[in-house]
Every structure is written in C-alpha cells, then in structure tokens.
C-alpha cells in the first residue's frame, strides 16, 4: 500500500475542500485524548464560543455535529420537522433542491420556490407562498455553491414569523467568508460544513439554534427520527450533563478549533473583506479574458465563482489539465451547468492574490 505521502499537494480552489494551512494540520496531528477529559470538555467550550463568534449569534444551543455540512442540513431539517408539517424550500441550485429532498424525507408537505439557475430568489414570489400556506418552516441558502449565487437572508424571519414559522438558513458556503448574522436577521437554525470558508478538512458541521427554535423542538409531538442527529440527546454531552451519545470526533475538534482561532485573529470584517477582493480580482480577469459569469450581477458570491466555459473550449479537460499539469483543482458545472460552466473557489485561506493569478496565468496559457 503506498503511503499518503505520496499524494500530491494541490491547490484547491474548487467549491470545496478549500487550502487547509499548516497551523490547522498541525492541530489535527495533536495526540487525541478521551471525549470526556476536562482538558477536551474545556476545548468543546471554545470551539461552541467561537462559532458563536462566527454565527453572530448568543445561542446557547450552538455546537458542531459530526459529520459533513450535508449532516447539518439533517440535523436541523428532522428536529425541527414533524410528519405533516408544511414546509417551504427556496430551491435555485442543486442545494436548495437537496433540502427540499431530505425535508420530503421526514413525511412533512414540501412545496418550493423556484429560481432558475444562476438568479436569486425572488422575494415577491417567496412572500407570496408564505402567505398562501403559512409555513411551520422555511428552509433557503445562503450561498447557493451550484450557481455561485447570493440570496438576500435580511428581512426575510420577520415574513415567516408573522405566520408562526421558523427560517432555517444554510450557510455552509457563506460562514466566515462574507456577512452572516444570525441574531440580527432572525435566523432560527443555521448549519455549515468546516472545508468551505473556515479552511478546515470536511469532517464537523457547525450547527446554531435560537431559543424560538429550541421551543419547537421541546414542543415535539415525535421523536426525532434519527438517533444519531438527535439534538434533545445532544444538548446533554454539549451541555452541562457531559451524557456520553457518540464520540466526539476528538481531533476534528482540535482542527476547528485552531481554524476558528485563526479566524478570530484575523477578525470577520478583514476576513470578508479579504474574500471580497479576491472576488473582484478574478472579476477583473474573466473580464479581460472575454468571459462572463453565470451568477446574475448584484448576487455573485465572492467565494465561488461560477464562470461560462467558453464556446467550443472542452471545459472538463480544461480542469484535468489544470490538475495534471498545473496542480490546480477547480470545479465543473452541475445541473443545468453541467459541461457548460466552472466553478472556481476562493474560499478562506484560498482567498488571495496569489491564488488568484495562479490560477488565472494557468488558465490564461492553457487557453491559449
Ligand atoms: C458543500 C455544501 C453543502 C454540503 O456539504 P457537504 O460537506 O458536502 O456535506 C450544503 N450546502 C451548501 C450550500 C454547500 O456548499
């Protein structure tokens, strides 16, 4: 068997995984220790205050699951979801869709709002279905990481809490990459994944419930459907109890905690911004290569860059050779994108300059 070691190093700007820096993979190679040592409880505590850091939030209920972003979307769909319940999904990417599908999961009454691919969401259209069928929940994303797109979150809990709903927001590609504000918009449930803007290896999903959502879950006429997302036995070893229910992924743990560190001596504002610029230097370059963008101008995420392959250029052996030859990983197209688009992703410690005209000057030859 030949050792990891002899995996290449590559540059990922692709939707994710993004560049890990050494301080976290130095983390991740700590010696593990017991989930319920007072030394790693002690380090659970920060990792729970610096993603309330990064949610903008004072949740209490605030902690990362195992598992990927995809096991927070889970989470917060089957305990805050009941058989029957009505549901509404702000689908305008292959994300929005997946919510749409795991809420169908749990027997609630999905209906969707729809966007076509590469626009945001249409406010008008979601105020309206909210009226028509007053949601128990309504579920959009953020940073739509199919189609690079933005959809606006402010403004939008006032809407479903005057029918007595609950927003859940997934903000797996947006958490600390541009402004996400749990508290001041209203957000009842909010997940992410770690290898998006955080720069940690994929492995623990933050998760964020308000007090209202709590509520909800308290309220429960159900169990919750899956043992293993179970927050009501959860909340026991993130809480005070310390109640063993699984063990903790221990060295995960030490890497998010590290990568959240980092992102508090950076600080969110200079990290937004860092993203933002390196946003608008590839802008820059699509532009001058007589390219364009996919993503509807105004809604462009600065992370993931959703970019029209050019006509008549084969867009996956454009990618395999900036792999081969260039050890560069960029994204392909889904969905309706599928062949026809790339994604590029400058997400956390991959949002530089240098990043950027690498793998500008590698496309610039390569297309050449
Ligand atoms: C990546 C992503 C997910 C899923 O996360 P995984 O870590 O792949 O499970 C969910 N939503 C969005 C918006 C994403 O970008």
Same mark, same amino acid.
């Not at 002899?6 to 590559?10: Q, V």
């Given at each position: 068997m030949p050792p990891v070691s002899?995996?290449?190093?590559?540059l990922c700007l692709g939707p994710g995984p993004s560049p890990v820096p050494p301080r976290v993979l130095a983390a991740l190679a700590h010696p593990t220790i017991g989930h319920l040592?007072?030394?790693f409880l002690?380090?659970?505590?920060?990792?729970?205050?610096?993603?309330?850091? !990064?949610?903008?939030?004072?949740?209490?209920?605030?902690? %990362?699951? *195992? /598992? @990927?972003?995809?096991?927070?979307?889970?989470?917060?769909?089957?305990?805050?979801?009941?058989?029957g319940d009505r549901v509404l999904v702000g689908v305008n990417g292959v994300f929005g869709g997946r919510l749409a599908e795991v809420a169908r999961r749990t027997g609630a009454e999905v209906t969707t709002v729809d966007a076509p691919w590469g626009r945001a969401l249409d406010r008008d259209a979601l105020a309206a279905a909210i009226a028509r069928s007053?949601?128990?929940?309504?579920?959009?994303?953020?940073?739509?990481?199919?189609?690079?797109?933005?959809?606006?979150?402010?403004g939008l809990a006032d809407l479903v809490?005057?029918?007595?709903?609950?927003?859940?927001?997934?903000?797996?590609?947006?958490?600390?990459?541009?402004? !996400?504000?749990?508290?001041?918009?209203?957000?009842?449930? %909010?997940? *992410? /994944? @770690?290898?998006?803007?955080?720069?940690?290896p994929p492995g623990l999903s933050p998760v964020t419930l308000s007090p209202r959502a709590v509520a909800r879950l308290d309220r429960r006429r159900t169990k919750v459907p899956s043992w293993y997302f179970d927050l009501t036995l959860l909340k026991s070893y993130w809480g005070q109890e310390r109640a063993y229910h699984h063990t903790a992924p221990i060295n995960m743990l030490y890497a998010l905690h590290e990568a959240l560190a980092?992102?508090?001596?950076?600080?969110?504002?200079?990290?937004?911004?860092?993203?933002?610029?390196a946003h608008e230097r590839l802008a820059a370059a699509v532009d001058e290569l007589g390219m364009t963008f996919v993503s509807e101008a105004g809604h462009r995420l600065p992370m993931l860059n959703a970019i029209a392959a050019p006509a008549g250029v084969d867009e996956a052996a454009i990618r395999r050779r900036l792999l081969d030859e260039h050890g560069i990983e960029i994204g392909g197209g889904l969905g309706d994108f599928k062949g026809k688009a790339w994604r590029i992703g400058l997400m956390g410690h991959g949002a530089t300059t240098e990043s950027v005209d690498t793998v500008v000057g590698a496309l610039r030859a390569l297309l050449a």
């Open positions: 002899a995996i290449p190093s590559r040592d007072p030394a002690a380090l659970m505590d920060e990792v729970r205050d610096g993603l309330r850091h !990064v949610f903008a939030t004072t949740n209490a209920m605030t902690l %990362a699951m *195992s /598992g @990927t972003g995809s096991a927070g979307m889970e989470t917060v769909i089957v305990n805050l979801v009941e058989p007053s949601p128990h929940v309504v579920a959009v994303v953020h940073a739509e990481t199919s189609t690079g797109v933005a959809n606006d979150i402010a809490h005057a029918r007595d709903g609950l927003l859940v927001v997934d903000c797996v590609t947006s958490l600390a990459g541009m402004p !996400v504000e749990i508290d001041a918009w209203g957000v009842d449930a %909010a997940y *992410s /994944g @770690t290898q998006k803007c955080l720069s940690c980092i992102v508090r001596e950076e600080g969110l504002p200079a990290r937004f911004l860092r993203h933002r610029a």
